[in-house]
T-cell receptor, first 114, second 116 residues
Framework: AQSVTQLDSQVPVFEEAPVELRCNYS??????LFWYVQYPNQGLQLLLKYLSGSTLVKGINGFEAEFNKSQTSFHLRKPSVHISDTAEYFCAVRSQGGSEKLVFGKGTKLTVNP | DVKVTQSSRYLVKRTGEKVFLECVQD?????MFWYRQDPGLGLRLIYF???????EKGDIPEGYSVSREKKERFSLILESASTNQTSMYLC???????????????FGPGTRLTVT
């Protein structure tokens, strides 16, 4: 079985500052990894995904994440955030070749202040 | 673009009522999912469906059932609503193969259900 830990439930930052949202996972098999974003009163939207290949993955809205197999991490980064990045971010994992289920972390609420 | 729609954005029901939440996707996806989202708990899987008339329990199926009579439609049923089922309900769909979907799930906008 897989599990996902998002280490920070809330992250406040100032506009134009860099941000890192941390995600660690646990799995006995190889996994696919995802970051989703949820803007207020909306569903989830895919930011980026790691399936295989290069460990640095670029997504929409200037976000990127790095897969680190030895540390079982998939941290999300953005070099300069905007007010519009205020949202909740979810990390998710799915085992390769196994269950169809995605396992989600509990979310990190990013608040960008002016 | 994949479109997943949910029948209501907001719903208020009384304790003991039977509640139907409907989800429709327009991309011919085989797999569909129902989640509930609660503050501090993230998303928890209630049920999912591999294909028409096929379903499997997720992590928290108690108090819920589902129906999938057509490929594009997946319904979540609360047989007798209770106050602890007050939550945000999210539907998702995906294609099982790598394809262009790359295993990701596509989400609807959610239904915020309040049971009083």
């Amino acid at each position: 079985a897989q599990s996902v830990t998002q280490l920070d439930s809330q992250v406040p930052v100032f506009e134009e500052a860099p941000v890192e949202l941390r995600c660690n996972y646990s799995s006995s098999v190889s996994v696919y990894l995802f970051w989703y974003v949820q803007y207020p009163n909306q569903g989830l939207q895919l930011l980026l995904k790691y399936l295989s290949g290069s460990t640095l993955v670029k997504g929409i809205n200037g976000f990127e994440a790095e897969f680190n197999k030895s540390q079982t991490s998939f941290h999300l980064r953005k070099p300069s955030v905007h007010i519009s990045d205020t949202a909740e971010y979810f990390c998710a994992v799915r085992s390769q070749g196994g269950s169809e289920k995605l396992v989600f972390g509990k979310g990190t609420k990013l608040t960008v202040n002016p | 673009d994949v479109k997943v729609t949910q029948s209501s954005r907001y719903l208020v029901k009384r304790t003991g009522e039977k509640v139907f939440l409907e989800c429709v996707q327009d991309m011919d996806h085989e797999n569909m999912f129902w989640y509930r989202q609660d503050p501090g708990l993230g998303l928890r899987l209630i049920y999912f469906s591999y294909d028409v008339k096929m379903k499997e329990k997720g992590d928290i199926p108690e108090g819920y059932s589902v129906s999938r009579e057509k490929k594009e439609r997946f319904s979540l049923i609360l047989e007798s609503a209770s106050t602890n089922q007050t939550s945000m309900y999210l539907c998702a769909s995906r294609t099982p193969g790598p394809g262009t979907g790359g295993y990701e799930q596509y989400f609807g906008p959610g239904t915020r259900l309040t049971v009083t």
